[in-house]
């Protein structure tokens, strides 16, 4: 399964990366990864307007599109839209961050899932 990673690089700025999270068969069930340490769940709703400037991810966390589409850049200007369904590992806790902004003047429904500290 690939998800998308932003983190920050050694210039302080984040960076995009594509993760591949590795699969095993458990039969008829179809395929699961490894378990992954969270601490909770939040849901989290946007509006059409939506639009922060840089900022850094406030903790280290998955977030799950569930409705709607959010537009990320990175420091470095790259750009990616990541739709319903896709999932980003946010990283970048450190440095300027990244912008997102509401893509086609659409509210969006997501889910955050903080990771455990390792």
């Known amino acids: 399964m690939k998800i998308t990673r932003i983190y920050t690089?050694?210039?302080?700025?984040?960076?995009?990366?594509?993760?591949?999270?590795?699969?095993?068969?458990?039969?008829?069930?179809?395929?699961?990864?490894?378990?992954?340490?969270?601490?909770?769940?939040?849901?989290?709703?946007?509006?059409?307007?939506?639009?922060?400037?840089?900022?850094?991810?406030?903790?280290?966390?998955?977030?799950?599109?569930l409705k709607g589409s959010v537009e990320l850049e990175t420091g470095s200007g790259e750009k990616r839209i990541l739709g319903p369904g896709e999932i980003l590992l946010a990283e970048d806790t450190s440095g300027r961050g990244h912008k997102s902004r509401a893509v086609n003047n659409e509210p969006r429904e997501c889910l955050f899932i903080p990771l455990a500290d390792e």
């Open 9 to 65: 690089g050694d210039d302080g700025e984040s960076h995009f990366e594509d993760v591949q999270i590795p699969l095993k068969s458990i039969g008829p069930g179809g395929l699961l990864s490894e378990p992954v340490a969270t601490t909770s769940v939040i849901f989290r709703e946007t509006e059409a307007d939506y639009n922060l400037d840089f900022h850094p991810a406030p903790r280290r966390q998955y977030v799950v599109n």
